[in-house]
Each structure stands twice: as structure tokens, then as C-alpha cells.
């Protein structure tokens, strides 16, 4: 897959998944439904192995700006780990991301975390997701 490609499925399950349009991401707003979400997809880009000038290339922004989201972004999931005990809310949001934008198995998400795939398929289902095996 080529990095556009990658870029645009990746924006589509981001902004499914955080309830705004593709649109709006692409957007210069400072709403914070879109801001989180253009994070969130920024940092999965920088995950996925594109550099940040590659990202600002197919974002049309500069380098220093997708660094600041992906920071901000970083930042957030520390947080969430830890604010929640034994680090869970930090584990389970990564599960989501892992099942929800990235697609990922079910199997394989639990193999990369250390987890049974039951337990990644409880993860899912508390929060309402079907999983692939």
C-alpha cells in the first residue's frame, strides 16, 4: 500500500472512529473533536513509519506541525495510562486503536501485547466492538 493510500484509509477509520468527517480533519480548526482526531491519525501515520515531512507532505503542513500533534497526541495516551490502574485504561485504548483504525485480528493484537485473544475479544466487547479472529 502506498503511503496515500495508507494516509486515506487510515483518515477514514480515524475520523469513524472519533465522529467527524474527513473534511473536518483536513480543516485548520481548533475544534476539539477534529484537532483530536487529526492527532490521533497523525501519530498512526508516524506508527505506520512515514516520516513527519512525508506526513506534512500529504497533510500539505509543515513538518513542525505534525511533530506538535503527534506530541500532544503521545502525550494524551500517557496520560490516560496513567490515570487509570495497573496502567488498564492506557492497555485498552491501545487495543481499541489496534482493532478499530488499524484493523488488526483480534489474534494478532493479543500476540503483539502479551495478551489471550480473549481478553482482547472482552476489550472489544465492553466497548462494543465485533473482532476479526
Not at 484509509?9 to 480533519?25: D, N
Not at 506534512?56 to 509543515?62: F, P, Y
Not at 497526541?73 to 487495543?95: T, Y
Request: proline letters at 3%; charged letters at 30%.
Amino acid at each position: 500500500m502506498q503511503n496515500r493510500e495508507k494516509a486515506d484509509h487510515l483518515r477514514s477509520q480515524t475520523a469513524r472512529r472519533y465522529g467527524v468527517t474527513e473534511t473536518s480533519m483536513r480543516r485548520r480548526t481548533r475544534r476539539p473533536a477534529e484537532v483530536l482526531a487529526r492527532h490521533a491519525f497523525w501519530w498512526l501515520l508516524h506508527v505506520e513509519g512515514l516520516s513527519l515531512a512525508e506526513i506534512g507532505r500529504i497533510e500539505g503542513r509543515d513538518h513542525t506541525t505534525i511533530g506538535h500533534g503527534v506530541r500532544c497526541h503521545e502525550g494524551r495516551r500517557a496520560a490516560l495510562r496513567d490515570r487509570s490502574p495497573s496502567g488498564s485504561m492506557g492497555r485498552d485504548l491501545i487495543v481499541i486503536e489496534a482493532l478499530t483504525v488499524l484493523r488488526d485480528p483480534a489474534t494478532q493484537v493479543a500476540a503483539v501485547l502479551g495478551l489471550v485473544p480473549s481478553e482482547v475479544r472482552g476489550i472489544a466487547q465492553r466497548f462494543g466492538l465485533e473482532t476479526q479472529r
